[in-house]
């Protein structure tokens, strides 16, 4: 299984999995944030509010931009 076919299908219903070019896009987009909360936390509902708003904080214009889809698209 290819990681876009383990990903949850999209919001709205549909069950076309996503591209697996936008799946490496996303995770490497987050890969830093994941190691640093990795560090912190056992699990990913840990993650606060505050812990993302201070992962992007730093971020500007595409690099910003690409996290916070990718951020979204993870906890959404």
């Not at 990903?7 to 799946?23: E, I, K």
């Not at 056992?42 to 690409?66: F, S, W």
């Amino acid at each position: 299984m290819s990681p876009a076919e383990s990903l949850a299908p999209r919001p709205g219903g549909s069950s076309r999995p996503r591209d697996q070019a936008t799946v490496w896009a996303h995770l490497n987009a987050v890969r830093p944030a994941l190691l640093d909360w990795s560090a912190r936390y056992d699990h990913l509902r840990e993650v606060t509010r505050d812990d993302v708003l201070a992962h992007v904080k730093p971020l500007h214009g595409r690099e910003r931009h690409q996290t916070l889809v990718a951020l979204r698209s993870l906890f959404g």
